[in-house]
């Protein structure tokens, strides 16, 4: 999933003061999963900011509202009618959800409550470790189920180099050291066949930005 | 402890809004320990004394 983490509240204070009508937006799926953008969060923040507007004397309106998924058009349809009464749309989606908001929205201010952070998995509760880091070619087969893109400081695609120790990274010795974990993971697997073999260079020309992936099922359109 | 860190969490909410964190407390004991609930009532009274009214309340009443 794509993990978040909430702005400082002075920064999300600081893009809205001025204004009398603030929809906090939230978005019910990853950001909602990682504790930063979801129902309850939406709750939290627009509470804080009632509090804080009502310390300074502020009449300020600010409602609350989270759908389901904020990288889908479908699912903003319910607010079609309801965000122009607003001066602006604070949404608490990745960077992907807030850019449809505010292309949907283009005559509201829309801004971020979050800082988009990565790709990754909840480790245990309230914490997520990143996994991936989307290169759009992806050597998984190969490294025993460890991405070196990610894990790797250097992104190494053939490893370990020569600053792995006892297992951990040179760059950061509380890390563990990729390729180390790969190594054990292959050995055992009974696979360590595969760590012999050199990965030509990373092809990042497959990388485009901004991407645009097309379903198979869908390229006639393309067309 | 889940209950611990999110008083803590909601300490650091409310010290983001100019509320002071001390307002909110958590202590643990179990129903039979009398003397310790009347220390922890004690204690939050003195610092609701200490501290005054709320922010919110002051503003309200100077309005």
């Known amino acids: 999933m794509i993990v978040g983490q909430r702005k400082p509240f002075d920064e999300i204070k600081s893009y809205v003061d001025g204004c009398e009508k603030i929809l906090v937006l939230g978005c019910g799926t990853c950001v909602a999963v990682c504790m930063a953008g979801g129902e309850k969060e939406v709750q939290i923040l627009a509470s804080q900011l009632r509090i804080a507007f009502q310390e300074e004397g502020k009449n300020v309106q600010v409602d609350e509202e989270t759908i389901l998924r904020q990288c889908d058009r479908e699912y903003f349809d319910t607010l079609k009618d309801r965000v122009d009464k607003y001066d602006v749309v604070i949404s608490m989606a990745c960077g992907a959800g807030v850019q449809l908001a505010a292309e949907l929205f283009p005559h509201r201010v829309v801004v971020p409550a979050l800082n988009t952070t990565f790709i990754g998995i909840a480790e245990k509760e309230g914490v997520w470790s990143e996994k991936c880091r989307a290169c759009s070619n992806c050597l998984l087969a190969e490294t025993g189920g460890i991405c070196p893109i990610t894990i790797c400081p250097k992104g190494l695609v053939n490893g370990p180099c020569g600053g792995t120790n006892h297992g951990k990274c040179e760059v950061d010795k509380n890390k563990d050291c990729a390729w180390t974990l790969i190594y054990r993971r292959l050995e055992g697997q009974g696979r360590l066949d595969k760590i012999r073999e050199i990965h030509p260079p990373k092809n990042y020309k497959v990388q485009t930005t901004p991407a645009t992936i097309w379903h198979a099922a869908y390229r006639e359109e393309e067309a | ?63």
């Open chain 2, 1 to 63: 402890m889940r209950a611990k860190r999110w008083v803590r969490y909601t300490k650091e909410l409310l010290k983001e809004i100019g509320i002071e964190p001390e307002r909110l407390e958590m202590f643990n004991m179990s129903s039979s320990m009398a003397t310790a609930f009347a220390e922890a009532v004690e204690e939050m009274t003195r610092r609701a004394k200490e501290l005054g009214p709320s922010p919110l309340k002051r503003k309200k009443e100077a309005a």
